[in-house]
């Protein structure tokens, strides 16, 4: 259960870490009311309850597509881990290395220029309902940025080497969790997230480097497979 826990944690983790990343963080206003179909304006005013709750249901549904996207990636990540079990160790290893480099980018210390190129997927109108947002975070899981992409790489790649489907699924589950949960909080609380983004968006290449280093430091722990060295110490 202890390394288990640990996993959950760095998969929550990195899902907080994408949500303030600098590809993800200033669009949250235009997300918000894209979904809900509530002007900024309205929503900044604060005194319509029905617009509340209306953005709060269509947040949820957002989040339920964009996770439930990642959750399929990562139960399809754990099922390829599993086919290649055979070579776990080196596959591990290859998997470690890879994390490495993806933070070493995300440092800024070296870029690499295939990671900076994304797909822009969206609707030119969005569809109806709460089916419609459910549809638009799906678009959003499938076309996501380059700033999402490495940490998302990253703990596919840790889901790979979990051993079973209902691991990997329990990460991306997590990982979703780290990612929706601010983002439900920002869209029914529009004024606090603008003064939390002012005083956030002057250290944006700071996040960035802590990313990186996160990224680099859970390399290590693949490539090495020191994870349940952490898990006792955070069993004790």
């Known amino acids: 259960m202890g390394a288990e826990n640990v996993s959950l944690m760095i998969a929550f983790t990195a899902g907080l870490l994408s949500f303030v990343s600098p590809c993800v963080l200033p669009l949250i206003p235009s997300y918000v009311t894209y979904i809900s179909g509530v002007s900024l304006e309205k929503l900044t005013v604060g005194d319509d309850r029905g617009a509340r709750w209306g953005t709060f249901f269509h947040s949820l549904a957002f989040v339920a597509g964009f996770s439930l996207i990642f959750i399929m990636l990562?139960?399809?990540?754990?099922?390829?881990?599993?086919?290649?079990?055979?070579?776990?160790?080196?596959?591990?290893?290859?998997g470690g290395v890879i994390v490495v480099a993806l933070g070493v980018h995300f440092t800024g210390v070296i870029n690499f220029g295939f990671l900076q190129q994304y797909k822009k997927m969206e609707f030119a109108r969005k569809p109806v309902g709460?089916?419609?947002?459910?549809?638009?975070?799906?678009?959003?899981?499938?076309?996501?940025?380059?700033c999402i992409g490495p940490i998302l790489a990253s703990i596919l790649l840790y889901a790979s080497t979990s051993g079973t489907v209902g691991k990997g699924i329990g990460l991306l589950a997590a990982y979703s969790l780290?990612?929706?949960?601010?983002?439900?909080?920002?869209?029914?609380?529009?004024?606090?997230?603008?003064?939390?983004?002012?005083?956030?968006?002057?250290?944006m290449r700071v996040i960035s480097i802590i990313s990186g280093v996160f990224l680099v430091i859970i390399g290590?722990?693949?490539?090495t497979n020191y994870l349940t060295i952490i898990a006792q110490y955070f069993s004790w």
């Not at 290649?84 to 160790?89: D, P, S």
């Open 74 to 94: 990562g139960a399809s990540a754990t099922m390829l881990g599993q086919f290649m079990a055979k070579n776990q160790v080196i596959m591990r290893k290859i």
């Open 130 to 146: 709460y089916i419609g947002s459910i549809l638009v975070g799906m678009v959003f899981a499938a076309g996501w940025t380059p």
């Open 178 to 203: 780290g990612l929706g949960i601010p983002f439900i909080l920002s869209a029914i609380a529009i004024n606090r997230f603008f003064g939390f983004f002012n005083g956030i968006k002057k250290y």
């Open 220 to 223: 290590i722990l693949i490539y």
